[in-house]
């Protein structure tokens, strides 16, 4: 009787375990075969075969529908580049350049992956429709009140994240530092 409830407790405790881990790893995501350059982040064999198992149960059970590997990356950042986290109640400004692509966007979600509602219906850029310095730099306002030139309007919500989507791009899995890429910089200016 002793062996059975031993083996019982044994069995029930490595279910809740494993369940546990799964569900832990498909809402916060592993850091198997990412590529982390600053404070952005991609999962460059996410839209391949060579997917790993964990980031294959990500997409699934978010719905998502990755960017394959001969289209493009997609980077996303959740905190600027001293490791604070994008408030939406502070003044960010993403800054620089973007590694080379034929087109990209910067698109500003929630943390549950939805498109930050505002009154304007503005949800990002693309590389097309950014007003650019002499040099080829660019600056994008990231804020709940309106600002000069490039502004993307939070809602004043207070946690976001931004995805970078690089199309037609070289990054990829062989990109390892900056110089490989040279991603724009994030940095929070100010709070109200």
Not at 42 to 61: C, E, K, L, Q, W
Not at 156 to 173: F, Q, S
């Amino acid at each position: 009787m002793r062996l059975i409830l031993t083996t019982l407790t044994a069995l029930l405790l490595a279910t809740v375990v494993g369940v546990g881990a799964t569900w832990m790893t498909t809402t916060r995501g592993t850091e198997i075969g990412a590529l982390t350059i600053g404070p952005w982040t991609a999962r460059p064999r996410t839209g391949t075969a060579d997917v790993d198992p964990y980031s294959r149960a990500t997409i699934v059970r978010n719905g998502e529908l990755p960017i394959g590997t001969g289209d493009g990356v997609a980077f996303t950042a959740t905190a600027d580049d001293k490791k604070k986290a994008l408030d939406g109640r502070c003044d960010v400004v993403v800054s620089g350049v973007t590694p080379p692509a034929r087109f990209w966007t910067l698109t500003l979600y929630d943390r549950k992956g939805h498109l930050v509602a505002n009154s304007l219906q503005r949800y990002g850029f693309t590389s097309q429709e950014i007003v650019r310095q002499s040099d080829g730099t660019f600056e994008i306002r990231i804020a709940s009140r309106s600002r000069a030139g490039n502004w993307l309007p939070t809602g004043g919500i207070e946690r976001y994240a931004l995805m970078l989507r690089l199309y037609d791009t070289p990054v990829g899995v062989a990109t390892r530092t900056q110089r490989d890429a040279p991603m724009p910089t994030i940095s929070t200016v100010g709070c109200s």
